[in-house]
Each structure stands twice: as structure tokens, then as C-alpha cells.
């Protein structure tokens, strides 16, 4: 069984930073792209980072930009994201997510998620 | 980068019904990269469809993806009570998106 265990979320001021985690297992992690994507209290579902098989290939949304760095330990099973200079708007759900494949890259399976806040 | 705007935003059907949303691209999908994703409160999303019509593993068959180009539709042929949720689309591939969402609701 695919599972994803995301870790990690908390309040935190602006301007601060903080890393996410997320655990895999039920599938051969290093075979597989994985993202990010996040849920703001309420609203739509927004993409924020994307790393290939081998973290020869990485993707970012406009928003984060800059701030955010995508990584990965195949040897751990483990996605992180480094998330810097954070904003009120970066308040959201963050989701792990597993890419099917290079040749039809949808999204399979999410995790539950980890609430991050960034508040003052 | 390609937007998604689905319609209606909130559909108010009754069980045993048939529900019809429609996500329209700005641009045209290649490779039939758009997928259906299902999300009920406290939950994260789960997959549908995928390839525009493909029904992910263990999705019942009264979910059907159709269309092509710029204009895409996912059909609940009979809503069961479960069925009530928010629906999501997304663009795969370089640059994902997603559209807004549209919530079914009980009539």
C-alpha cells in the first residue's frame, strides 16, 4: 500500500523558515517524480514543487520562487521542502504527492498533509 | 502557463441524479494530460480520472472523463451519497494547474 506521511508543519512568524518532510513507502520511491502542492484555509489547490527520479529535474510555482527548495534522499524514501522569507500567504495544507510516470505524470497518490501557519 | 476555469461553481443535484462538470483550458491540452480529482472535507484529494477519460484503480464506472482540446467534462452518471465533494481538474505535465473547483452539492 503507497503511503505518504508528510511532517513537519507549524506556526511560524514571517519571515522565518521551515523544512517539510515526507516518509514514502508502499513503492519504489526512486522510480517516481514527486511535488508539492498546497491548500490555502478554504481554497483551490495550488502547485508549488516539483523534483524528478533523480533530482536531475526540478520545477517551481511563480509564488514560491526563490523562497522554496525542493529536494530528495532516495536512500531515506524522503521529499523535503526548505521553505524560506515566508509570507502569511504561504498559510496552507502542504500535500505529498506521487507523479504515475515520466510518460503520463498525473498525480496518483496525495498524503493527509501538514498545516503550516505562517502568522506574527 | 495554461488556466483552468471550471463550471458551475457549486452544482446542487439530488442522489440518483446525473451530475455534469466542465473544465475549459486557455489553451489547448496536448498528450491528453488533464485529470479529475475528488475532495471531501478534511481529506486530501484523490485521483479519478486521468488521460482525460482513463478511470483511475477502483473508481466506480458512474465516473466518465470525455472531451479534448480546450474543453473537458466529468460525469457522475447516478450520485450516490458519497459523491458529494469537491471536484478538481488539473493540467499535468510541465507547469501543473489546477482549476478552482467545483463543489456538488445536495439539492
Known amino acids: 500500500e503507497v503511503q505518504l506521511v508528510e511532517s513537519g508543519g507549524g506556526l511560524v512568524r514571517p519571515g522565518g523558515s521551515l523544512t517539510l518532510s515526507c516518509l514514502a513507502s508502499?513503492?519504489?520511491?526512486?522510480?517516481?517524480?514527486m511535488h508539492w502542492v498546497r491548500q490555502a484555509p478554504g481554497k483551490g489547490l495550488e502547485f508549488v514543487s516539483g523534483?524528478?527520479?533523480?533530482?536531475?529535474?526540478?520545477s517551481y510555482g511563480d509564488s514560491v520562487k526563490g523562497r522554496f527548495t525542493i529536494s530528495r534522499d532516495n536512500y531515506k524514501r524522503t521529499l523535503f521542502l526548505q521553505m524560506t522569507s515566508l509570507r502569511p500567504e504561504d498559510t496552507a495544507v502542504y500535500y505529498c504527492?506521487?507523479?504515475?510516470?515520466?510518460?503520463?505524470?498525473?498525480?496518483?497518490?496525495w498524503g493527509q498533509g501538514t498545516l503550516l501557519t505562517v502568522s506574527s | 502557463e495554461i488556466v483552468l476555469r471550471q463550471s458551475p461553481g457549486t452544482l446542487s443535484v439530488s442522489p440518483g441524479e446525473r451530475a455534469t462538470l466542465s473544465c475549459r483550458a486557455s489553451?489547448?491540452?496536448?498528450?491528453?494530460?488533464l485529470a479529475w480529482y475528488q475532495q471531501k472535507p478534511g481529506q486530501a484529494p484523490r485521483l479519478l480520472i486521468y488521460?482525460?477519460?482513463s478511470r483511475a484503480t477502483g473508481i466506480p464506472d458512474r465516473f466518465s472523463g470525455s472531451g479534448s482540446g480546450t474543453d473537458f467534462t466529468l460525469t457522475i452518471s447516478r450520485l450516490e451519497p458519497e459523491d458529494f465533494a469537491v471536484y478538481y481538474c488539473?493540467?499535468?505535465?510541465?507547469?501543473?494547474?489546477f482549476g478552482q473547483g467545483t463543489k456538488v452539492d445536495f439539492k
Open positions: 504527492v506521487k507523479e504515475w510516470s515520466s510518460w503520463s505524470p498525473y498525480f496518483d497518490y
Open positions: 508502499g513503492f519504489t520511491f526512486s522510480s517516481h517524480a
Open positions: 523534483i524528478s527520479f533523480n533530482g536531475g529535474d526540478i
Open positions: 489553451q489547448s491540452i496536448n498528450n491528453n494530460y
Open positions: 488521460d482525460v477519460s
Open positions: 488539473q493540467r499535468y505535465g510541465a507547469s501543473p494547474t
